[in-house]
C-alpha cells in the first residue's frame, strides 16, 4: 500500500525526521492560509499516487497567498497519470545547498532490509549506481536484533562524510530505517534529503510503500492518517471495482476472498495460494490470456463470500468466463469454494458450465467438491494438471 507524501513525511516526523513546514490544501483558500502561516516564497505539489509531478505541472513555486491560491486552482484542476490530486502539499520553499539520497527497501535475496545512501541525491537511485556506483553506499541490517545505530554512521561515513553532517546524516538514516521497521514497509525513502544554506538537513521529498500484510498491525497509524480498509492503494487510488472487494473480503471474518487488484481483461480470475496466485497470473497472460482482475482466496472462506467475490468479478464489464484455480491446499475446503462459486455464478443468472472455463482446485475434501461441479457441468482438474495448464485450458476456453 502506497503513501501520498504528506503521509510519509507525518510518519518520518514521528521519527524525527525534519520535514518542511506546511501542510495539505483540499482547496484553493486553504492553500493560501497555509502560504500565509509559512510566510515567504513556498511550494505547492500535487498530491498524487504516482511520479512525474513535475513534468506534468503539478509543482509549482509562488511567493505570496494570491499565488499560492491560483496555483492549488491550478494543481487540483490538474490529471496527472489518470489520477486526480488527493490535495495540494503546501511547504515552505528551502534554500538547498547540496541534495543526498536515503533510503531502505527490502533485499528479497539476503532476507533482510538494505539501506542505501548516495552523496547524489534528487535523480533516481538506479540511474547513480549504475553510472556513479562509486557514491552508493549500502547496509543490512537485522529485523530480530535490536537496532544498531552505528550501521547507519558506518553507511553515510563509507563515502567520506564526517563532522556535524556525519552526525546529522546518521541520525536521519537512523529515523528513516526505524519508520521502516515500526510501520511494516517495504520501501521507506527521501529524495531529495537535503543540506540548506545553513547547514541544516530536510527530507523535502519522500515514497513509502507499506507491506499490505502489515495492515491490521498498523490500524491505529493508518487511522490516524484518515486512511480506512476500503482504500487499497497501488501506484493509484482504488478503483471501485476494488472497494468493493475489499468490502467483500471484511464482510466475514473467515478466510480470504477479495483482495483484488482491477485489469483490463476479460478473465476473470478467482485465484489463490500466496506466490501460486501470482504464478497463476503470470501464466495465464503467458497463454495469451487477458485477466481482468488479480485476486486472493484461500483460508476457509465461507460459502457466502466466495460467493460474493464470483458476483463482483462477473459482473465486471467485458468479463465472459472466470477461472478457479488455486495450488494444492490443506487450509481451505474444495467443497467450500465450489460450492460458493457456483452459488455466486448462479445468482449473477449465469449458467456455471458456461461461465466457469476450469476449476482446478485439489486438496481438503476434493471429492466432495468434484461431486458438485460435476453435478453443474463444470470442467475440473485434479492435482495432475499442473497449474499452468489448466491455465492453459481456461485461456482457450475464452477464445472459443
Known amino acids: 500500500m502506497r503513501f501520498y507524501e504528506y503521509e510519509a513525511k507525518t510518519l518520518l516526523a514521528k521519527s524525527g525526521v525534519p520535514v518542511s513546514q506546511g501542510g495539505l490544501a483540499t482547496t484553493p483558500d486553504e492553500a493560501a492560509d497555509i502560504a500565509t502561516s509559512v ?91 549504475e553510472t556513479h556506483p562509486d557514491h552508493v553506499a549500502r547496509v543490512h541490517f537485522s529485523t530480530f536484533e535490536p537496532f544498531q545505530e552505528f550501521k547507519m554512521k558506518e553507511l553515510v561515513s563509507s563515502l ?69 480498509n476500503e482504500e487499497t492503494r497501488q501506484a493509484r487510488p482504488p478503483t471501485p471495482f476494488e472497494i468493493r472487494g475489499a468490502e467483500v473480503d471484511a464482510s466475514d471474518y473467515r478466510g480470504v476472498a477479495g483482495r483484488v487488484v482491477e485489469f483490463e481483461g476479460n478473465l476473470g480470475c478467482v485465484i489463490g495460494a500466496g506466490g501460486g496466485s501470482l504464478t497463476i497470473f503470470d501464466a ?38 472466470i477461472c478457479v484455480i488455486m495450488n494444492v491446499v490443506s487450509n481451505t475446503r474444495v467443497d467450500i469454494v465450489a460450492r460458493g462459486v457456483i452459488k455466486g455464478v448462479v445468482e449473477s443468472g449465469y449458467d456455471p458450465a458456461e461461465r466457469i472455463a476450469i ?5 481438503s475434501w476434493e471429492d466432495e467438491g ?13 492435482r495432475t494438471v499442473p497449474m499452468s495448464e489448466a491455465a492453459r485450458r481456461a485461456v482457450e476456453k475464452v477464445r472459443a
Open 39 to 129: 510566510g515567504g516564497e513556498v511550494v505547492l505539489k500535487s498530491q498524487v499516487l504516482s511520479g512525474g509531478r513535475m513534468k506534468a505541472g503539478g509543482v509549482k513555486f509562488v511567493s505570496s497567498p494570491d499565488e499560492a491560491r491560483q496555483a492549488a486552482d491550478a494543481i487540483l484542476k490538474l490529471e496527472i497519470n489518470g489520477q486526480q490530486a488527493r490535495g495540494v502539499l503546501v511547504e515552505k520553499k528551502s534554500p538547498v545547498k547540496k541534495e543526498y539520497y536515503a533510503g531502505v527497501i527490502y533485499d528479497a535475496i539476503a532476507k533482510l532490509p538494505v539501506a542505501i545512501f548516495s552523496d547524489m541525491g534528487g535523480i533516481d537511485i538506479e540511474e547513480v549506481a
Open 160 to 228: 567520506g562524510i564526517s563532522g556535524n553532517e556525519l552526525t546529522a546524516l546518521t541520525r536521519i538514516c537512523t529515523g528513516l530505517a526505524k519508520t521502516f521497521l515500526k510501520y511494516g514497509l517495504t520501501l521507506a525513502e527521501v529524495n531529495p534529503l537535503a543540506q540548506l544554506e545553513d547547514g541544516t538537513f530536510i527530507a523535502l521529498d519522500s515514497h513509502m510503500d507499506m507491506e499490505e500484510e502489515a495492515r491490521d498491525q498498523q490500524k491505529a497509524i493508518l487511522a490516524e492518517l484518515g486512511i480506512g
Open 370 to 382: 468434484y461431486k458438485i461441479l460435476k453435478k453443474y457441468g463444470v470442467e475440473y482438474a485434479d
Open 359 to 363: 476449476f482446478r482446485i485439489p486438496g
Open 284 to 321: 495465464l497472460r503467458k497463454h495469451g490470456g487477458k485477466p481482468a482482475n488479480y485476486c486472493e482466496i484461500g483460508g476457509n472462506p465461507s460459502v457466502k463470500k466466495a460467493a460474493e467475490l464470483t458476483k463482483l468479478i462477473l459482473s465486471k464489464p467485458g468479463v465472459s468466463k
